[in-house]
T-cell receptor, first 110, second 112 residues
């Protein structure tokens, strides 16, 4: 079975710290990769796509390592409002589906 | 901005009732998806559709059916609701293959 794995956490991090998550995937044919943020009892919302060259959006940096088959998300200068569950999603490689990780829970403490 | 709407935020039904969950997207997306999300189990795909009148089973289709008569609308049907179908139901859409998915706000269904 094609899998996407994440550390469930929770990651308890002080405000202002840097935190990083990884997400491993098993299908080497996967072509698109995403990070989503999900607040409690809300829908997942796209945080950023992950490109081969890596990409950055403000305090957030996403990277792809095809050789080791993982994607990463780095959050710098973390804010209380960053507290959420972060889901990674990886294209199945053969059809329309995204394969979802179970999510990593992040708690930012004052 | 992409907008995906779902017909109800909260729904309470009785065992054995037929339940319709509706989803509408306004961005002419090709693909639409129905998931359920339960604590500890993550997002699980029930059905998806890549074109009008086309549907494909996901990982957990048992007890569900779907309908896509128009491109913008994708309905999930519980033919005879059971208590183990109590869950958060999320609809999503994507423009094409390999694209990101955008979610509706979800329907929290309770079956008594």
């Amino acid at each position: 079975r094609k899998e996407v794995e994440q550390d469930p956490g929770p990651f308890n991090v002080p405000e202002g710290a840097t935190v990083a998550f990884n997400c491993t995937y098993s299908n080497s044919a996967s072509q698109s990769f995403f990070w989503y943020r999900q607040d409690c009892r809300k829908e997942p919302k796209l945080l950023m796509s992950v490109y081969s060259s890596g990409n950055e959006d403000g305090r957030f940096t996403a990277q792809l390592n095809r050789a080791s088959q993982y994607i990463s998300l780095l959050i710098r200068d973390s804010k209380l409002s960053d507290s959420a569950t972060y889901l990674c999603a990886v294209n199945d490689g053969s059809n329309y589906q995204l394969i979802w990780g179970a999510g990593t829970k992040l708690i930012i403490k004052p | 901005d992409v907008k995906v709407t779902q017909s109800s935020r909260y729904l309470v039904k009785r065992t054995g009732e037929k339940v319709f969950l509706e989803c509408v997207q306004d961005m002419d997306h090709e693909n639409m998806f129905w998931y359920r999300q339960d604590p500890g189990l993550g997002l699980r795909l029930i059905y998806f559709s890549y074109d009008v009148k086309m549907k494909e089973k996901g990982d957990i289709p048992e007890g569900y059916s779907v309908s896509r008569e128009k491109k913008e609308r994708f309905s999930l049907i519980l033919e005879s609701a059971s208590t183990n179908q109590t869950s958060m139901y999320l609809c999503a859409s994507s423009l094409h293959d390999y694209n990101e998915q955008f979610f509706g706000p979800g329907t929290r269904l309770t079956v008594l």
